[in-house]
């Protein structure tokens, strides 16, 4: 079990889901839900329209709790519940909780690094954002993180044309691509992350809405990230969520924590 925990603490330090849960066995199976793309989209086939019809929500600071599910392509299910709290283009936070409220981890993801405490062990992991982000199916920054949570397209980009093809909504950055589908009041249905000459690809799949105020994410939100060596699927489940101004974000690695590869 302590070696599961640690390469799964090291592989899937994600926002909001990180997954030092209680562990059980389950014989779910991951479908592969990859969209069909065996390239990216070309520009013959994207409309030049004028805005893209894309609805941006406007946010500084967000915070919640969420329960959490992940199930891996070996049909392990880790369950739990994470508090959040998000700082635009600066800072995520969170803690993570198991069975009656036992709290095991805390964590902070900054534009360059994430840090993972493992508060039952007493070891710290400390990896850089690019290392981390390469297992998500996609490289992607801090901020485009922040942007999936939230709901908003993964590039604040406003160069994304529509895609007669795939009939949705298309950007293509140095290494990395975002095919969108809205809804009818243009909010995101479905978002899909493609890395540029691989197969690689992280799925967001939006449902309900949750107020946080002046805006709302979705109630429940579905990731998918699909590598050549993993597939993974994670539920998490919005109980609170707020835009009110965050004070502090407390983080610090006791002297006595070890730190681990």
């Not at 109630?219 to 489940?237: G, P, S």
Request: proline share 3%.
């Amino acid at each position: 079990m302590r070696k599961s925990l640690n390469k799964n603490m090291r592989f899937f330090i994600i926002p909001a889901f990180i997954l030092i849960f209680t562990a059980c066995h389950s014989k779910k199976k991951l479908v592969d839900e990859r969209i069909k793309i065996d390239n990216l989209p070309k520009s013959d086939t994207t409309i030049e329209l004028k805005g893209d019809g894309i609805n941006r929500k406007s946010w500084e600071f967000f915070s919640g709790r969420m329960g959490v599910d992940f199930i891996d392509e070996s049909g392990q299910e880790l369950s739990g519940t994470v508090s959040l709290r998000m700082r635009k283009d600066s800072v995520v936070w969170f803690t993570v909780s198991v069975a009656m409220g036992i709290q095991v981890a805390k964590g902070l993801i900054t534009r360059d690094s994430v840090f993972l405490l493992d508060l039952y062990h007493r070891e710290y992991f400390k990896v850089g954002i690019a290392e981390f982000t390469k297992n998500l199916g996609a490289p992607v920054s801090l901020r485009n993180l922040q942007n999936i949570i939230i709901g908003n397209p993964v590039f604040d980009s406003l160069n994304y044309r529509y895609n007669s093809e795939y009939k949705g909504w298309f950007v293509n950055e140095t290494k990395v691509g975002n095919l969108v589908f809205v809804n009818s009041n243009s909010n995101i249905d479905s978002s899909f992350i493609l890395q540029n000459g691989t197969n690689n690809q992280l799925k967001s799949l939006y449902e309900g809405n949750k107020s946080a105020g002046a805006f709302s994410v979705a109630e429940t939100l579905f990731l998918r990230a699909f590598t050549d060596k993993k597939t993974v699927q994670i539920r998490i489940a919005f109980t609170t969520a707020s835009d009110s101004y965050i004070p502090s974000y407390p983080f610090q690695i006791p002297a006595d924590y070890k730190q681990k590869d």
